[in-house]
């Protein structure tokens, strides 16, 4: 009973797209920083059902799938089964990702307001010290938790060669970024941000592990089994469209198997801290 308990709550806890950010929870005490948000914009993702067969699509030339809803309404998160278009799903070809299928797959579609350029993101994302505190409902013990305990940027590949938050001139388009951060109980790992776009108009970029993500000695995720790719292309009037999508590798242990919802939880953390939301805002996208 006692390994039962303690696997669910691994399995609950995980860090996954550090994006987690990857990126990235809450931007605690910077009010200024924080993206301004229309009144709506504060509601809880909702989780909806699309047509199965044709899998994720993000905004490279095509209609996304799910689509983006409109500014006013929350944002849309779905947790996509093996059984929608089978084991090995080959990801589209603008994510770069070569490998096909998945452990777990969650894609985020939102639209957010943000008075800021450009810049103003680069910077937001390049500050993964903020990233500490970012909070997730945890599905077992039914209450917020904190994620990410402690993150910082790095100088490079090596662990533990700490340096101050990346500066948006430092985030140029093709640019790679690295980061280190210790979660509630997975411990730490390095990833890397690679920025794919830069524009006026566009910013893509995509996180992975590049360390073994072990639960104390047990390896969970080799390096680039978890994944995630953030799309932001800027409409009128200050709205930004969002679209992310969220991986494990269909070779990561299967003791992380059949945690959708926590998947779930954890890529609406990251939404939320991107866009300003606090990340233990009630409702909890998957209670």
Request: aromatic share 10%; glycine share 6%; with cysteine.
């Amino acid at each position: 009973m006692r390994t039962k308990n303690c696997l669910s709550r691994f399995g609950d806890a995980l860090t996954f797209s550090a994006l987690l950010l990857v990126l990235p929870a809450v931007c605690p005490a910077q009010e200024a920083d924080r993206l301004p948000l229309s009144p709506p914009a504060l509601q809880a993702a909702r989780i909806i059902g699309v047509v199965p067969q044709l899998g994720p699509e993000p905004p490279c030339g095509k209609e996304t799938i799910p689509p983006y809803p409109g500014l006013d309404d929350p944002a849309i998160v779905k947790s996509w089964s093996k059984s929608d278009f089978g084991s090995d799903w080959r990801p589209p070809a603008c994510t770069g990702w070569a490998a096909v299928g998945f452990m777990t797959l969650v894609t985020t579609v939102a639209r957010f307001r943000h008075t800021s350029e450009t810049e103003g993101l680069l910077r937001h994302i390049g500050a993964f010290s903020e990233l500490a505190g970012t909070r997730y409902w945890s599905t077992t013990h039914k209450q917020w938790q904190t994620l990410i305990v402690v993150a910082y940027a790095l100088t490079g590949l090596q662990p533990g060669r700490r340096r101050a938050d990346f500066t948006p001139d430092e985030m140029k388009e093709g640019q790679v970024l690295y980061f280190e951060q210790i979660d509630n109980l997975s411990g730490k790992a390095i990833y890397r941000m690679h920025i794919a776009e830069v524009s006026a108009d566009r910013l893509v970029f995509d996180v992975e592990n590049v360390s073994t993500v072990r639960y104390f000695f047990i390896p969970i995720f080799q390096p680039g089994e978890m994944q995630s790719i953030y799309f932001l292309d800027r409409e009128p009037d200050n709205v930004w469209r969002y679209y992310s999508i969220v991986r494990t590798g269909k070779n990561a242990n299967r003791l992380i198997a059949g945690n959708e919802s926590s998947a779930i939880n954890r890529a609406v953390a990251f939404y939320r801290y991107l866009v300003g939301i606090p990340t233990g805002q009630e409702p909890p996208a998957a209670p």
